[in-house]
């Protein structure tokens, strides 16, 4: 278990993070050796040629409610491999966020920068019923996430069976709701429905004294190391907006977080590096 928070003017936000994995360069579309050459990637974003990807949920206490943004999303072939990898990890996430101080009932908003995924957002049990993970949250993502999931077709390359059903019943459940572009879903807390990624993707921005004091990137980056390594088709819809959008967010020396980074989740673009932490 690792914690890292950041004191924010409108409250705190905390990375509770659970595993931090190595993984080949070439299943996040790049090549070993675009990895191996940057010398700021290791130890913290890189173990040699291999991208470390982190499983980790952000915590947000903001004016009188509690948030939890992207958790644990992505990584379902660890997390549910099978059924008792998927029972495992559930009551061990579980565990984690409560001895962390954020019990999953304590949760009033989930907020997602996307659909990639069941991740922590839903809870399977012993009857293959889908449930909500966080059970007194509301769970948000932009209306043009949520109307691209209801009108994809079945066969869609982001819908597998396990994320078309577990979404499916969320939905049903009637717990997911949406926010435009430009809205505020907390105190200084505005949702930016960039694209990029996909049309709904969206960039969470943290404001601070004086402007934006971070952004939660989502997966413009979902890798540390693709701030450095151009344009990436294999994981956005739309690769040259992604690279476009990733640098107007990173460029003014804001802190950055990304939804899949590795301990500590967080840093700042400067001289052509990201530098870890605040």
């Known amino acids: 278990m690792t914690v890292e928070t950041i004191a924010l003017p409108q409250g705190r936000l905390t990375r509770v993070g659970y595993l931090d994995l190595p993984v080949p360069a070439e299943l996040l579309g790049l090549t070993a050796d675009q990895v191996a050459e940057l010398p700021w990637a290791a130890p913290t974003w890189a173990r040699g040629d291999q991208p470390i990807l982190g499983n980790?949920?952000?915590?947000?206490?903001?004016?009188?409610?509690?948030?939890?943004?992207?958790?644990?999303?992505?990584?379902?072939?660890?997390?549910?491999?099978?059924?008792?990898?998927?029972?495992?990890?559930?009551?061990?996430?579980t565990r984690l966020f409560a001895d962390s101080g954020f019990p999953v009932e304590s949760v009033d908003q989930v907020v997602m920068t996307h659909i990639d995924g069941v991740g922590m957002i839903a809870r399977r049990d012993e009857d293959g019923h889908w449930e909500p993970f966080f059970p007194n949250a509301r769970i948000l993502m932009s209306d043009v996430?949520?109307?691209?999931?209801?009108?994809?077709?079945?066969?869609?390359?982001?819908?597998?069976?396990?994320?078309?059903?577990?979404w499916s019943a969320l939905i049903d459940s009637g717990v997911v709701h949406t926010f435009g572009d430009g809205e505020s879903l907390a105190p200084g807390l505005v949702a930016d429905v960039s694209g990029g990624h996909g049309p709904g993707h969206t960039v969470l921005h943290f404001s601070g004294t004086d402007g934006i004091a971070l952004s939660l990137i989502g997966h413009l980056a979902v890798t540390a190391v693709q701030l450095a390594t151009g344009e990436c088709a294999a994981l956005n819809e739309d690769p040259a907006a992604?690279?476009?959008?990733?640098?107007?967010?990173?460029?003014?020396?804001?802190?950055?977080?990304?939804?899949?980074?590795?301990?500590?989740?967080?840093?700042?673009?400067?001289?052509?590096?990201?530098r870890a932490g605040d």
Request: zero cysteines.
């Open 145 to 166: 996430e949520l109307a691209g999931f209801q009108n994809a077709p079945a066969t869609a390359k982001v819908e597998s069976d396990l994320v078309r059903a577990a």
């Open 56 to 93: 980790a949920a952000w915590f947000g206490d903001l004016g009188d409610k509690r948030f939890v943004f992207d958790p644990l999303q992505t990584l379902d072939v660890v997390l549910r491999a099978d059924r008792d990898a998927e029972r495992t990890h559930q009551d061990a996430v």
């Open 242 to 274: 992604a690279w476009r959008l990733l640098h107007e967010n990173a460029g003014d020396g804001r802190m950055i977080a990304g939804s899949l980074w590795p301990t500590p989740g967080y840093g700042r673009w400067i001289d052509d590096e990201l």
